[in-house]
Nanobody, 123 residues
Framework: VQLVESGGGSVQTGGPLRLSCTAS?????????AGWFRQAPGKGREGVAS????????NYASSVRGRFTISQDNAKNTIYLQMNDLKPEDTATYYC?????????????????WGQGTQVTVS
């Protein structure tokens, strides 16, 4: 399994950005849970959002709820994270994850596969 993120970059406060995570080795349509995490310098990895059940069930961290939207395109086998109204505190490396073993989606150690990360900088 391979997860490849894209879409990171620099954006001004209040601006939007969309991250993509394209998977190979499994199909999102099979019901595998996927999610996004982020890690800022000097901080631990934080669960941002998750999606499962073919995209019908989503979860968000309280810090991003109402601003971020996770979605999936089964035809492209891709997970998206639409980020609106970005704030400087959203600055971090964002990671795509897939394959939730069980337990809370917010805990990184519960996930099997990880992407390499993409940097998001808000100023």
């Amino acid at each position: 399994v391979q997860l490849v993120e894209s879409g990171g970059g620099s954006v001004q406060t209040g601006g939007p950005l969309r991250l993509s995570c394209t998977a190979s080795g499994y199909r999102h349509s099979s019901g595998v849970c996927a999610g996004w995490f982020r890690q800022a310098p000097g901080k631990g990895r934080e669960g941002v959002a998750s999606i499962r059940d073919g995209g019908t069930t989503t979860n968000y961290a309280s810090s991003v709820r109402g601003r971020f939207t996770i979605s999936q395109d089964n035809a492209k086998n891709t997970i998206y994270l639409q980020m609106n109204d970005l704030k400087p505190e959203d600055t971090a490396t964002y990671y795509c994850a897939a394959g939730l073993r069980g337990g809370s989606w917010t805990q990184g150690y519960n996930w099997v596969w990880w992407g390499q990360g993409t940097q998001v900088t808000v100023s």
